[in-house]
């Protein structure tokens, strides 16, 4: 991450008028067969009332172990999905009541970098038709300003010359030239927020700071909001404003990034972010960190009272009835567990 510079706090600039996108008390639920007696479909719940926003010119941060509820969350704020209950909001306005053209425009404002580059690329198109088709998706309709606009993209990205990357097809690409394809695919139609579905995890740890420096310089530029989904907590740590940690579909604590990572409330914050690897050798040994014992539970079989109680070092039998709203807890950050002042 040589041209990113460690984050502090949010944006500079007080937050006014409604959120780029955001999610208000969502909850997703899914029958899914099995478990349950007499052949009755399960109730699989993915996300439990959980808020969620975005603004202008800030990076927020959403982890967690997988299966926590984070890629549907995603699905949701994409409008891939459509919530249980609650609302999915872009700039105030629910995208159940978008009409034809704030549709539109929700899908030039807001754009998806995926995990797995390969399988989000046509492997039977070129590079070239690949951002074409975005650009002519979206009005650019002139043959020669659509190919001005493919090279200046991908040479924006790092691919140069543009021209030799532009006849490619994707298998001829190595993983951090596809997902470069993929990020200029989504800066095409100049958003103004990016989600960024665990955009590094494919890569080579040599390819991931230059694909992070990307988006950041991006987001610097045009004051881009941005909701990067990872499971890399040095990254979070590195370039968040601020940070949702989730545990089985819920929102168990969240705030600026600063303010989690060097004081976090809630054990299961703690305890993921002992887990993660450090150079500083002052610091405890892997071996004398805290663990969590057991496995994140199945979402068909949600443990009452707080999610997280058969697992938390801390628990109390309060733990195993009552479920702890989320509330504020020393600053500004939002913490849901019966013990977090202690």
């Not at 609650?86 to 978008?98: A, C, F």
């Not at 020669?144 to 006849?167: H, I, K, M, Y």
């Not at 949600?302 to 039998?317: K, L, M, N, W, Y």
């Amino acid at each position: 991450m040589s041209e990113v510079e460690l984050r502090t706090g949010g944006p500079a600039v007080e937050p006014t008028g409604p959120p780029a996108l955001a999610a208000r008390n969502v909850s997703m639920a899914y029958r899914v067969n099995g478990g349950t007696r007499f052949g009755r479909k399960a109730i699989r719940l993915a996300l439990d009332d959980v808020s969620v926003e975005i603004r202008d010119g800030e990076i927020v941060a959403l982890v967690g172990e997988s299966g926590c509820g984070m890629s549907t969350l995603t699905k949701l704020l994409l409008g891939l999905l459509r919530p249980t209950a609650g609302e999915v909001t872009h700039r105030g306005m629910p995208l159940s009541r978008l009409t034809k053209s704030d549709h539109r425009a929700y899908r030039r404002e807001v754009q998806v970098v995926f995990q797995d580059p390969a399988a989000s690329l046509n492997p039977r198109q070129r590079i070239w038709q690949a951002l074409a088709n975005v650009l002519q998706g979206h009005g650019v309709t002139d043959r020669a300003r659509r190919d001005d606009r493919v090279f200046d993209l991908l040479a924006s990205v790092g691919l140069t010359p543009p021209e030799s990357f532009a006849n490619r097809f994707p298998h001829e690409l190595s993983g951090g030239q596809q997902q470069r394809v993929s990020i200029a695919r989504a800066f095409a139609t100049n958003p103004r927020l990016v989600i960024a579905d665990e955009p590094l995890s494919a890569l080579d740890v040599s390819v991931q700071a230059q694909i992070l420096d990307l988006m950041i310089a991006h987001q610097q530029r045009t004051n881009a909001g941005y909701l990067i989904v990872t499971h890399d907590l040095n990254v979070v740590r590195a370039v968040a404003d601020r940070v949702v940690v989730m545990y089985l579909g819920r929102v168990v604590e969240s705030g600026i990034a600063a303010e989690v990572f060097d004081d976090p409330r809630h054990p299961y914050t703690r305890a993921l972010l002992a887990s993660r690897l450090g150079v500083d050798p002052t610091a405890s040994r892997i071996r004398d960190r805290p663990t969590l014992p057991g496995d994140v539970p199945a979402t068909t079989t949600i443990p009452s009272g707080c999610a997280f109680h058969p697992r938390c070092p801390v628990a109390q039998d309060i733990c195993a009835t009552a479920t702890p709203a989320l509330l504020p807890r020393g600053g500004v950050s939002l913490v849901a567990c019966h013990f977090a002042d202690r």
